[in-house]
């Protein structure tokens, strides 16, 4: 079974709207944590935000949150007031076990997010 | 001047050549990977370090060697290349940010073979 789905191969978002990218994620871990990375068309891939599993609150940074559903094990990406540099390729990746010293990261296939001027 | 970089960026190279792509940091981490990326499948890890002495295989890393040679430089060698190896290759370094290991990535080397 596939530990991250990404189930959205590409999303169309127009300039300024909010975006929800879905992440579900498959692991009997109780300590796991999950990451979202952001790559650009110049290809880097850049760290948005963290989740720990026993987080009590949605992470979030600026315009990046997490909607972090456990029971439900999904993890998605939300960007509120969307912009065209935000156009790029999305991957949402776990790290099982705990926080320090586990470094295996498990990626998902991605989803291209596209922002319509 | 980036904190983590990769040369070189891009190679062409044929089959049965042994190619090996470097990663240098500047960010001071004991922690070092190497993955690769092929359309549709993410990223997967093909080694790991900890740091100089201790250096681990992680998912797909058959075909792969590395070399870690100091705590800021990690290179992965390819001693035969084949087709299949086209992919782009990271090198990643981790540090504790926010409570939780995150793993920072170099800009990328795109190889080909041919």
């Known amino acids: 079974a596939q530990k991250i789905t990404q189930t959205q191969p590409g999303m169309f978002v127009q300039e300024k709207e909010a975006v929800t990218l879905d992440c579900t994620y498959d692991t009997s871990d109780p300590s796991y944590g999950l990451f979202w990375y952001k790559q650009p068309s110049s290809g880097e891939m850049i760290f948005l935000i963290y989740?720990?599993?026993?987080?009590?609150q949605n992470a979030t940074e600026g315009r990046y949150s997490l909607n972090f559903q456990k029971a439900r094990k999904s993890a998605n990406l939300v960007i509120s007031a969307s912009q065209l540099g935000d156009s790029a390729m999305y991957f949402c990746a776990m790290r099982e076990g705990p926080n320090f010293g586990n470094e295996k990261l498990t990626f998902g296939t991605g989803t291209r997010l596209t922002i319509i001027p | 001047d980036a904190d983590v970089t990769q040369t070189p960026r891009n190679r062409i190279t044929k089959t049965g050549k042994r190619i090996m792509l470097e990663c240098s940091q500047t960010k001071g981490h004991d922690r070092m990977y190497w993955y690769r990326q092929d359309p549709g499948l993410g990223l997967r890890l093909i080694y790991y370090s900890f740091d100089v002495k201790d250096i681990n295989k992680g998912e797909i890393s058959d075909g792969y060697s590395v070399s870690r040679q100091a705590q800021a430089k990690f290179s992965l060698s390819l001693e035969s290349a084949i087709p299949n190896q086209t992919a782009l290759y990271f090198c990643?370094?981790?540090?504790?940010?926010?409570?939780?290991?995150?793993?920072?990535f170099g800009p990328g080397t795109r190889l080909t073979v041919l």
């Open positions: 990643a370094t981790s540090a504790r940010v926010g409570g939780t290991d995150t793993q920072y």
């Open positions: 989740q720990g599993s026993y987080d009590q």
